[in-house]
Structures are given as structure tokens and as C-alpha cells.
């Protein structure tokens, strides 16, 4: 069943197009700067000031930029697509007569969806680093307004933060395949989960609306850039918990839908 599910939805084209419009835009930031590498942004500052000075600079950068909605976009369709292609091409009662049983097919969707959301941030990670080594080379991590880091340091920054940004993308995967088991269609499915992301983005900048947002998983999804900032992190525990709880409350609610709908409907 997970072979079925990742070959059925990986290789279609929607996806290969998808996966690819996340890696070009890590090579298409680098380019303007290929000229002038370890040279800061302009007067940006942060991540995306010091995207030019290494190729994991770059990466950390591009990550910053596609994870507030490119990149949620993309692992809603995927995770959509996963949950709801079965019975939109209307074969979902005929996978119980095989028989795969319901417990077995939502393992396998659910593996499915991890997988892909693993690949989709790993797209936006080795084309940042790629596109950076090319154009601006594997020098040490660059901090504005501080020392640069060992080598030590920014390895176990970067894993920390792709770590905690895979863990807030599990989590939207988890609200989208919830939604493609629950709504009639997935592309229904993965309007609801775009307008929640872009609903939930504008409630977050509000600051009359905290108290809304700090109960939303995408107030949490930034917190990892303090990690590369002389200030430091703050709030990552709660961060990973406020995930985590997303992905265990979505996983039981699709469990819900799952065993008691008519495969057919």
C-alpha cells in the first residue's frame, strides 16, 4: 500500500511541477548575488541579509522565505492528494474487497504523507545548499551583527531549525490529509487548507488577535529563524508541542472519518 500511494502520487505531474517550483526558488534568489558572494543583501538583515556569505546561508534563507506558504501549499496538495485521489477516482470501495483493511490503508496514507512532506522540505534544503555552494561557496555561518559559527555550531543549528520546520510542515500535512478524508473532493480539500494557512497568516500579524493566534500551529512556524539570530530562540518547546498536538489530534479526527464513512462516499 505505501508503494502504491507514494508511486501513484510522487511521480505524478502536478507533483514533479510542484516539487520543482520549491527548488527553483532557492537558485532563482542566488542568482542576482552570484557577482558577490560573501557580501551582505543589501540592507536586508537577519537570514536573508546574510543568504550571500555561504551555501548554508543561502539554505537557512530560502527555507525562512518558502515556509510561511509556498512550501505549506505544497504539502497540503501532496497530503490532499494522498488522502482523497482513492475515492475521487471512485476506487476506494474496491481497496476493501482487495481487501486492505481501513486501519491498513490510513497507515499507509499517513506514511505516505510523511514521506512527502519529508521530500518537499528536503527539495527546498539541497537546492538552497546546491545553488549556494555554486554561487557563493561552503564558507563558515555568517551571523549579522555577531560572530560567525564554528562548524559545530551551525550544523547543529541547521538540523535543529530543518528539524522543528519538517515537524510545523507534518503538521499542516496532517490538517490537509484530515481534510481530503473529510470534505467530498481534494481539490476542496486543499482550498480550505490554503485559505486556513493565509487566514491564519493574517490573524498572526494582528496584534489585537494574539490571543487567536497563539492557538494556531502557524504562530509557532518561525520560531526556529531565532536560532541564527543574536537574540536567540524562544518559545521552540512550545513550538514543537503546539505540532505535535496538531499532528495527534488531525491523525485521531481522520482515524474517525476514516472508520465510519462509507467508501464510496
Avoid at 5 to 26: K, M, N, S
Avoid at 46 to 66: I, K, Q, R, T, V
Avoid at 88 to 95: A, K, M, N, S
Avoid at 130 to 150: K, S
Wanted: with cysteine.
Amino acid at each position: 500500500m505505501l508503494r502504491f500511494e507514494l508511486t501513484t502520487q510522487l511521480v505524478r505531474v502536478r507533483t514533479l511541477i510542484a516539487l520543482a517550483c520549491l527548488a527553483g526558488v532557492p537558485v532563482a534568489a542566488a542568482v542576482p548575488f552570484a557577482g558577490q558572494p560573501g557580501q551582505r543583501n543589501g540592507d536586508e538583515s537577519g537570514l536573508f541579509g546574510a543568504s550571500p556569505y555561504s551555501a548554508a546561508n543561502h539554505a537557512m534563507a530560502s527555507l525562512e522565505f518558502l515556509a510561511p506558504l509556498l512550501l505549506p501549499i505544497v504539502v497540503a496538495l501532496l497530503a490532499c492528494a494522498i488522502a482523497s485521489a482513492d475515492r475521487d477516482w471512485g476506487v476506494r470501495r474496491y481497496l476493501y474487497v482487495a481487501p486492505v483493511t481501513r486501519e491498513r490503508l490510513l497507515a499507509a496514507k499517513l506514511a505516505a504523507t510523511a514521506l512527502a512532506t519529508l521530500i518537499a522540505v528536503a527539495v527546498v534544503m539541497v537546492a538552497g545548499l546546491g545553488a549556494g555552494t555554486v554561487l557563493f561557496g561552503w564558507h563558515r555561518f555568517h551571523l549579522i551583527g555577531a560572530a560567525p559559527l564554528t562548524t559545530a555550531e551551525a550544523t547543529g543549528r541547521v538540523v535543529t531549525a530543518t528539524g522543528y520546520a519538517l515537524l510545523c510542515m507534518l503538521a499542516m500535512a496532517a490538517f490537509a490529509f484530515t481534510l481530503g478524508l473529510l470534505l467530498p473532493r481534494g481539490a476542496e480539500a486543499l482550498a480550505v487548507a490554503v485559505g486556513f494557512v493565509v487566514i491564519a497568516s493574517i490573524i498572526n500579524g494582528q496584534h489585537a488577535l494574539h490571543a487567536v493566534a497563539a492557538v494556531l500551529p502557524v504562530h509557532y512556524w518561525q520560531n526556529w529563524v531565532g536560532l541564527f539570530d543574536p537574540a536567540g530562540a524562544h518559545d521552540l518547546a512550545l513550538g514543537a508541542a503546539v505540532q505535535l498536538a496538531t499532528v495527534v489530534l488531525c491523525v485521531a479526527a481522520g482515524w474517525l472519518v476514516l472508520r465510519h464513512r462509507d467508501p464510496a462516499a
